[in-house]
């Protein structure tokens, strides 16, 4: 059993920056893949960063690539999204997910864990 606690979410400006934390219990935190999904009213949860057990692999979405950080600290079972230059689109409710491999997943039915989500709005 892992549960996830998000937090950071907020309202920010356009070109503004957040940090999302995501911290996890459980034991097998280090060998699990980790990410960050988002959904905007009236539209599907997708992916937004993947990370891997170790931190060595990541993947980002189109969207968000050279503008979000996805990382984790496996000694406070936490893993974070840095989001910088912010546009009104990636207003949403972010979820933080967990699966059980060691390899990079992106799809939705990989992952076993779910946060509660946090909203984060930016203003134009």
């Known amino acids: 059993q892992v549960q996830l606690v998000e937090s950071g979410g907020g309202v920010v400006q356009t070109g503004g920056s957040l940090r999302l934390s995501c911290a996890a219990s459980?034991?097998?935190?280090?060998?699990?893949?980790m990410a960050w999904f988002r959904q905007a009213p009236g539209k599907e949860r997708d992916i937004a960063a993947a990370?891997?057990?170790?931190?060595?692999?990541?993947y980002y979405a189109d969207s968000v690539k050279g503008r979000f950080t996805i990382s984790r600290d496996n000694a406070k079972n936490t893993v974070y999204l840095q989001m910088n230059s912010l546009k009104p689109e990636d207003t949403a409710v972010y979820y933080c997910?967990?699966?059980?491999?060691?390899?990079?997943?992106?799809?939705?039915?990989?992952?076993?864990?779910w946060g509660q989500g946090t909203q984060v709005t930016v203003s134009s």
């Open positions: 459980g034991r097998s935190f280090s060998t699990r893949a």
């Open positions: 997910a967990t699966g059980d491999t060691r390899g990079l997943p992106i799809l939705y039915r990989e992952y076993d864990y």
């Open positions: 990370i891997n057990w170790i931190g060595y692999g990541t």
